[in-house]
Structure formats: C-alpha cells, structure tokens
C-alpha cells in the first residue's frame, strides 16, 4: 500500500489504475471502516482509502481536536483488507488558502444532524466532491450508521450528475449493540454503558406503533438531541444523545424498509 499526501502524485499513481472503489474516511479505523474496504476490495481493481480529517465539517474547534488519530494504526489494517493507495493529505493540500467554493445541499442538510451540527453537511458535501474530482472513483462507500450525511451525499451524486455509485453497507455493531464509531474510545466505561441505551431505544421504538414516543421513553433521563423518523433510503428512526462529552447517532430502518 502506498500512502500518497498530494494530488498531483495521487493523480499520477492512478493514471491506469482501472476501476477504482473509494471509502473516504476521517480515520481511527474500526471493523465499519475495515467492512467498506473489504466490499471496495471486492469489487473494484484499484482501492483508495482517504484519511482526512476535515475541519470544514466541525463547527466546534474542540471537538476536532479531540477527534481520535492514528495514522500508523489505520495504515496497518488499511494495508491488512488490501487498500492499495491511502490518500492523506494536509488540510492546506485540500483547502488552499482563497479557498472558497462550497457545496450546499439545502434541505437535506437541515433538521436532525444539521440542526445540532451547523454547516456540518456542507463541510461533507463539498469534501467529498473534491475526494470524488481528486480520485474520479466508479464506486464510492460508506455506512448506514451516518444516515442522513448517506441522504445528502445521493442527493448531491444526482442534483451534479456525478458519474459514479455510492454504496451504503450496513451499520456494523459491537456484541453490546452500540453501533461502532470513531468517538466510542472517547467514552468512559460509564458512559459507554448509558449509551447502550440509544441503540436499545431506537430498536424498541422501530417495532412499536409510536416509534418515536417509545424510543424517547426509553431514553428517559439521557440528554437527547432528538430522535425522529427520516424519510431516507430505507425510512429509518434516527437518534442523537449525549453522553458525558461526546455526542452518538444511531439509525435503524422502519418495519417495510428496504434494508
Ligand atoms: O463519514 C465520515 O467519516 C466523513 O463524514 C467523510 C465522509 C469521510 C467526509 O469527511
């Protein structure tokens, strides 16, 4: 595996690189990430990984700061399910300074997530254009688990004609239930036990006849965000809570859900 830092040399390493499957990625791997390269590598000749954090999509300083790094360790298992490029570049590399074009898909980057994390979906939007312009992939992946930024991200694809597929893999969970995130090792074994609730509660809430009203019952006594159903593909029942300092989504599809 190759780590490339440039576009320039990344465009020159992929100049007959044949089909090309792309998972971008803000990095601290866990087996989400390990099961998109896995579907990547499966399905296309030449895969590339990025790890970028990317400031645009934080409105909070602090919470880029705290945003778990390991670039050694993600090379590693990168390396491990068969990555062949991993595209890391610096922030001035993908935001030059003058910098100042932006990506804004408007009604699907409110409500939910966009109303607790303002200018977050135009911070992924306008990334992820520049990772599809920079890598010009057949095939690009991501995870259920971060519904709406999946809803925004189609959006996007249709509204500017983007020639190529996103695939939406299923959210991957530890045994406990709680859906894998970068952030879980920023909670403490308390906190990560009261954030088992969210996935319990929107579980319950999917099988009840009030999904919302359940699931919100059930996180009685948790500082929740919201919890809502989401008109995505599939119709799912979306959640936010926080837990000591760090915020957890979750989303599982509605009964007569295609997933
Ligand atoms: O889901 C993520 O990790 C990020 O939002 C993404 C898609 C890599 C864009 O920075």
Redesign the pocket.
Same mark, same amino acid.
């Given at each position: 595996m190759r780590t490339i830092r440039t576009i320039l040399e990344l465009r020159e390493a992929l100049r007959d690189s044949g089909d090309v499957g792309l998972v971008?990625?803000?990095g601290a791997f866990h087996e989400g990430h390990l099961s998109l390269f896995r579907a990547a590598r499966a399905e296309s000749e030449t895969v590339v990984a990025?790890l970028?954090v990317?400031p645009a @999509?934080f409105a909070d300083t602090a919470d880029l700061e705290r945003y778990p790094r390991d670039e050694e360790r993600d090379a590693q298992l990168a390396e491990a399910e068969g990555v062949d490029v991993l595209f890391a570049p610096s922030a001035d590399e993908l935001y030059p300074p003058g910098f100042q074009t932006w990506v804004e898909v408007e009604e699907l980057s409110r409500g939910l997530e966009g109303t607790f994390r303002p200018g977050h979906f135009r911070?992924?939007a306008t990334?992820?254009l520049k990772l599809f312009n920079i890598v010009r992939p057949r095939r690009a992946y991501?995870?259920q688990k971060?519904a709406q @930024?999946a809803a925004v991200?189609r959006r996007m694809a249709a509204d500017l004609d983007l020639d190529l597929e996103l695939r939406v893999l299923p959210t991957v969970r530890d045994a406990d239930g709680l859906a894998l995130s970068?952030r879980n090792v920023l909670l403490s074994p308390e906190d990560r036990a009261r954030g088992l609730t969210l996935p319990r509660a929107l579980h319950a809430g999917a099988a009840a006849d009030d999904p919302v009203g359940t699931a919100l019952a059930a996180l009685d006594g948790l500082e929740v965000d919201y919890v809502a159903v989401a008109d995505f593909d599939p119709r799912v029942l979306a959640g936010a809570v926080r837990v000591g300092s760090t915020r957890l989504i979750d989303n599982v599809p509605l009964e007569g859900a295609k997933q």
């Open positions: 971008p990625t803000m990025s970028f990317n @999509q911070g992924v990334v992820c991501f995870g971060d @930024q991200l970068s």
